[in-house]
């Protein structure tokens, strides 16, 4: 099992969920079913279904989103919707 520490930059490739919890989130699935939540996600990518590539790193923070890992992204590629 690889350490993640917040400095540590990884590029995902996966698809967009929309997440029906409280007033709604969106979150990416990588192509091994690993969850990720951004953090302030980029409106650019909240469309469910859409094939997204970004550059994350993790992020130590406090969500009433119980979902995924809290991640906040530095660049990122929609690949269709």
Do not use: H, N
Request: net charge negative.
């Amino acid at each position: 099992m690889q350490l993640l520490t917040i400095f540590t930059v990884m590029k995902i490739s996966g698809k967009v969920v929309y997440l029906d919890i409280g007033t709604g989130a969106y979150g990416i699935v990588d192509d091994t079913g690993r969850k990720f939540l951004p953090v302030k996600m980029p409106i650019q990518l909240r469309k469910d279904g859409a094939s997204v590539t970004c550059d994350v790193r993790p992020v130590d923070v406090v969500s009433m989103i119980m979902w995924g890992e809290p991640v906040e992204i530095y660049a990122f590629e929609t690949l269709q919707v």
